[in-house]
């Protein structure tokens, strides 16, 4: 049974940082993109980065680059959301994701963990 648990979440001042974490089971998570995404109160589900199977490249959303860091352990199954220098308007449920992907003509399912709360208040 393929499994994402979030964890590192917290309540942190603003300019403060956290370090969000991901581990995952159940599926060939080497061969999986790994992204995170976030859902504010009020708001849809917003992405914020990705780092591919390899982790060679990464993508941000523009409010968070330069600040956030995200990084991937194939040894531990795990990927590391390094945030830096937080904001209020960071504030939100954060969630891991695994890309659905198709490789060779095979399709293989996406996967969604149940979300880590960050609070970014003084």
């Known amino acids: 049974q393929a499994q994402l648990v979030e964890s590192g979440g917290g309540l942190v001042q603003p300019g403060g940082s956290l370090r969000l974490s991901c581990v995952a089971s159940?599926?060939?998570?080497?061969?999986?993109?790994m992204s995170w995404y976030r859902q504010a109160p009020g708001k849809g589900r917003e992405f914020v980065a990705i780092?591919?199977?390899?982790?060679?490249?990464?993508i941000y959303e523009d409010s968070v680059k330069g600040r956030f860091t995200l990084s991937r352990d194939d040894a531990k199954n795990t990927v590391h959301l390094q945030m830096n220098s937080l904001k209020f308007e960071d504030t939100a449920v954060y969630y891991c994701?695994?890309?659905?992907?198709?490789?060779?003509?095979?399709?293989?399912?996406?996967?969604w963990g149940q979300g880590t709360q960050v609070t970014v208040s003084s």
């Open positions: 159940g599926f060939t998570f080497s061969s999986y993109a």
């Open positions: 994701h695994a890309p659905p992907r198709h490789e060779l003509g095979y399709s293989f399912p996406g996967y």
């Open positions: 780092i591919n199977s390899a982790g060679s490249s990464t």
